[in-house]
């Protein structure tokens, strides 16, 4: 069966340090990944999805980047975190075609 | 582009007592509409969906229903439990358009407490 991982699980950062969050599939080939940001008031924001290695796409403009350097493996990133990159941050994937999507227990980000 | 509207925000019942959470959609080629419940701290789990060809779908204490006419569809829980107790997300995806990702679109979440 597949499944997803994201770690760490909760993270505390200084405003202006670096950040990288990742995401592995288990179990799929090829899939479709996707990174959300979840603020307080619950709603799911899509920050970056990608259909495949290496291809990325944004949804927002914003302090962050994504990369997929391997099939199964979703990065985000950023150079210098801000006060408003707090929040919680999902990971989903779906395989292809119009399936569907399954998520990571997410990151809690707290900037300091 | 898709816009889902859910409703109610927060909603309290009596253990054993029914829970309907209701959304509607924008875009009438919207074909697919998961359901999902995030228990505190955790990612969104999708415990039902529905395709645009079904009007009706039920697993156990769960149902969700479709009205395409009126473009909303409805969660219903029965026989509730204080483990039923989440926030519950709604979404709605249209069909392929060339950019390959099939994209969800996600009401902002019911929070759904059953009170023993």
């Known amino acids: 069966s597949q499944t997803i991982h994201q770690w760490p699980a909760t993270l505390v950062q200084p405003v202006g340090s670096p950040l990288s969050l990742e995401c592995t599939v288990e179990g799929t080939s090829n899939p479709n990944l996707y990174w959300y940001r979840q603020a307080a008031g619950r709603g799911l924001q899509l920050l970056f999805y990608?259909?495949?290695?290496?291809?990325i796409s944004s949804e927002v403009p914003q302090n962050l980047s994504a990369s997929r350097p391997q099939d199964r493996q979703f990065i985000l990133s950023s150079k210098k975190l801000l006060l408003s990159d707090s929040g919680f941050y999902l990971c989903?994937?779906?395989?292809?075609?119009?399936?569907?999507?399954?998520f990571g227990d997410g990151t809690r980000l707290s900037i300091l | 582009g898709e816009n889902v509207e859910q409703h109610p925000s927060t909603l309290s019942v009596q253990e054993g007592d029914s829970a309907v959470i209701k959304c509607t959609y924008s875009?009438?080629?919207?074909?697919?509409f998961p359901w999902y419940k995030q228990e505190l701290g955790k990612g969104p789990q999708l415990i039902i969906d529905i395709r645009s060809n079904v009007g009706e779908k039920k697993d156990q204490r769960i149902a969700v229903t479709l009205n395409k006419t009126a473009k909303h569809f409805s969660l219903h829980i029965t026989e509730t439990q204080p483990e039923d107790s989440a926030v519950y997300f709604c979404a709605a995806r249209a069909p392929y358009s060339g950019a390959g990702s099939y994209q969800l679109t996600f009401g902002k979440g019911t929070k759904l407490s059953v009170i023993p």
């Open positions: 990608s259909v495949g290695i290496g291809q």
């Open positions: 875009d009438s080629a919207s074909n697919y």
């Open positions: 989903a994937w779906t395989a292809k075609g119009n399936q569907p999507q399954h």
